[in-house]
Antibody, heavy 122, light 111 residues
Framework: EVKLVESGGGLVQPGRSLRVSCAAS????????MHWVRQAPGKGLEWVSG????????GYADSVKGRFTISRDNAKNSLYLQMNSLRAEDTALYYC???????????????WGQGILVTVSS | QSVLTQPPSVSGAPGQRVTISCTGS?????????VHWYQQLPGTAPKLLIY???NRPSGVPDRFSASKSGTSASLAITGLQAEDEADYYC???????????FGGGTKVTVL
């Protein structure tokens, strides 16, 4: 059974940093791209970032480019999102998502975690 | 404003057929990138409903079908049931943005 479990969320002040993590199990982690997708309260889905199976390719939404960094540790079956210079508009539920393909471009998302809430507020 | 455009809401009586459109452009759907659909039931994480324009993962009822043509795609639900009440999102890849993009979502209400 595929399981994706996010952790590390919480309340953070504007301008500060936070790192969220995702522990994956139930599949061969280093065969697939992984992504982060977020959903602001009461809003729709927004793709945030994706990384290929070997971290050779990483993509970011324009809204987070230069502030967020995606990374993965295939030895630990883990995905990370380092979020710097956080803004109020980054407040959202962040989902760890498994890609169907090894590469992150043109991918789709076949398994989703339950999400972790990040709240940016003073 | 989402890159892919969906109607905010659609509704239908039990047993009826409803459709949800997803309109893109020449840099995403029109560039031959596949369209995928997700269902998000209230209070839960999204679930893959349709992949590769028209394919259903195992376990998804055949009441759900989808197609793609030109710069648009559509999802159809036939024999609408109360349990289909949810938000539905289309997703594709945008070559100009070099990333995945979602539609704004459509809330389906069963009357």
């Amino acid at each position: 059974e595929v399981k994706l479990v996010e952790s590390g969320g919480g309340l953070v002040q504007p301008g500060r940093s936070l790192r969220v993590s995702c522990a994956a199990s139930g599949f061969t982690f280093d065969d697939y791209a992984m992504h982060w997708v977020r959903q602001a309260p009461g809003k729709g889905l927004e793709w945030v970032s994706g990384t290929s199976w070997n971290s050779g390719s990483r993509g970011y939404a324009d809204s987070v480019k230069g502030r967020f960094t995606i990374s993965r540790d295939n030895a630990k079956n883990s995905l990370y999102l380092q979020m710097n210079s956080l803004r109020a508009e980054d407040t959202a539920l962040y989902y760890c998502v498994k890609g169907f393909r090894p590469n992150d471009y043109g991918d789709y998302f076949d398994y989703w975690g339950q999400g972790i809430l990040v709240t940016v507020s003073s | 404003q989402s890159v892919l455009t969906q109607p905010p809401s659609v509704s239908g009586a039990p047993g009826q057929r409803v459709t949800i459109s997803c309109t893109g452009s020449s840099s995403n759907i029109g560039a031959a990138y596949d369209v995928h659909w997700y269902q998000q039931l209230p209070g839960t994480a999204p679930k893959l409903l349709i992949y590769g324009n028209s394919n259903r993962p195992s376990g998804v009822p055949d009441r759900f079908s989808a197609s793609k043509s030109g710069t648009s795609a559509s999802l159809a639900i036939t024999g609408l049931q109360a349990e289909d009440e949810a938000d539905y999102y289309c997703q594709s890849y945008d070559t100009s943005l070099s990333g995945s993009v979602f539609g704004g979502g459509t809330k389906v209400t069963v009357l």
